[in-house]
């Protein structure tokens, strides 16, 4: 994709946002998640099985995560676990939130472009500080809605799709096909391409190279049917880039154009089998992340209820 068309598809997708009338607390493509598809959506359980979508968040460095997530226990002491008094055993946690490993959400303040945030909002709303506007702090109340798995490897008889490779919308029409399931609006959309099992059983690689994703058209799968949020197992971004000069067009196209919240680096490895075995590929599912003022993410662990 060339500059150009890049450029034109960007702005059918932002023309597109900005013709849809704002909803009060709803901000960007949540709008589409309205309290009634939220509570259809719930319908959805039936079973009551819960499923992790989240990796296991990493503590070894490796070529995709030069600086991995720090665990360290800061209690009890030695002396307390020889004492019979009471003690606790507590520990610290520090992460990256945005990177090549580990599970995350990217809130609306997370892609600046054309020196503008999502729906024009100036960069100098980002500070040291934190995001002024549009931070995860709008999700306090977690993200509840239908969560549709489209298994593109599955589609294309294949364990994974190779780094480079790339997700169109024709391939995500397809899946929807072979798996009976219709993605609608407001729904949570994941997209696997393979990228979790691949990695555990060749190792891991520097996916900032090379990587599967969606191509940037695809997202033009996103607006028409006006989905809510987007959950990749990847970084939902191809690598190399499918568009001259911009290296992550999907996140520029899903979170700055139409305000679609992105989750990256997923894992579907245990959802697959659940659905596959129910025969049904759809699910209540509900994204939880932290409360942290100002900040432009989140570590997540989405859990599906089916």
């Given at each position: 994709?060339?500059?150009?068309?890049?450029?034109?598809?960007?702005?059918?997708l932002?023309?597109?946002?900005?013709?849809?009338?704002?909803?009060?607390?709803r901000?960007?493509?949540?709008?589409?998640?309205?309290?009634?598809?939220?509570?259809?959506?719930?319908?959805?359980?039936?079973?009551?099985?819960?499923?992790?979508?989240?990796?296991e968040?990493?503590?070894?460095?490796?070529?995709?995560?030069?600086?991995?997530?720090?665990?360290?226990?800061?209690?009890?002491?030695?002396?307390?676990?020889?004492?019979?008094?009471?003690?606790?055993?507590?520990?610290?946690?520090?992460?990256?939130?945005?990177?090549?490993?580990?599970s995350?959400?990217?809130?609306?303040?997370?892609?600046?472009?054309?020196?503008?945030?999502?729906?024009?909002?100036?960069?100098?709303?980002?500070?040291?500080?934190?995001?002024?506007?549009?931070s995860?702090?709008?999700?306090?109340n977690?993200?509840?809605?239908?969560?549709?798995?489209?298994?593109?490897?599955?589609?294309?008889?294949?364990?994974?799709?190779e780094?480079g490779?790339?997700?169109?919308?024709?391939?995500?029409?397809?899946?929807?096909?072979?798996?009976?399931?219709?993605?609608?609006?407001?729904?949570?959309?994941?997209?696997?391409?393979?990228?979790?099992?691949?990695?555990?059983?060749?190792g891991?690689?520097?996916?900032?190279g090379?990587?599967?994703?969606?191509?940037?058209?695809?997202?033009?799968?996103?607006?028409?049917?006006?989905?809510?949020?987007?959950?990749?197992?990847?970084?939902?971004?191809?690598?190399?880039s499918?568009?001259?000069?911009?290296?992550?067009p999907?996140h520029?196209?899903?979170?700055?154009?139409?305000?679609?919240?992105?989750m990256?680096y997923?894992?579907?490895?245990?959802?697959?089998?659940?659905?596959?075995?129910?025969?049904?590929?759809?699910?209540?599912?509900?994204?939880?992340?932290?409360?942290?003022p100002?900040?432009?993410?989140?570590?997540?662990?989405?859990?599906?209820?089916?």
């Open positions: 994709m060339t500059a150009v068309e890049f450029r034109a598809l960007y702005g059918r932002r023309s597109r946002a900005a013709a849809r009338p704002a909803v009060e607390g901000c960007g493509a949540l709008r589409h998640l309205t309290p009634e598809r939220v509570a259809a959506a719930a319908a959805e359980v039936r079973t009551g099985r819960t499923v992790s979508l989240a990796a968040i990493e503590t070894v460095r490796g070529p995709d995560d030069p600086e991995p997530a720090v665990h360290r226990m800061t209690g009890p002491s030695p002396g307390d676990l020889r004492s019979e008094a009471l003690c606790f055993a507590t520990d610290r946690f520090a992460m990256n939130v945005h990177g090549d490993a580990d995350h959400l990217d809130a609306l303040c997370h892609v600046v472009f054309d020196g503008e945030l999502y729906g024009g909002v100036p960069a100098s709303a980002l500070s040291a500080e934190g995001a002024r506007r549009l995860v702090d709008l999700l306090a977690g993200v509840v809605g239908r969560g549709v798995l489209l298994d593109v490897p599955r589609l294309r008889g294949v364990p994974w799709l780094p490779d790339q997700v169109t919308s024709d391939d995500l029409t397809a899946a929807e096909d072979a798996q009976g399931v219709h993605v609608g609006p407001g729904d949570l959309l994941l997209v696997r391409t393979g990228h979790r099992l691949r990695r555990a059983e060749l891991p690689w520097d996916v900032a090379a990587r599967a994703g969606l191509h940037p058209t695809a997202v033009e799968f996103l607006a028409e049917r006006e989905v809510a949020v987007l959950g990749g197992d990847g970084n939902n971004d191809t690598a190399p499918a568009v001259e000069g911009v290296a992550f999907v520029v196209l899903a979170i700055h154009a139409l305000g679609v919240l992105l990256d997923l894992r579907f490895e245990d959802l697959v089998p659940v659905c596959a075995r129910a025969g049904r590929w759809s699910f209540l599912c509900v994204v939880a992340p932290l409360r942290l100002g900040a432009t993410g989140s570590p997540v662990n989405p859990i599906a209820l089916l």
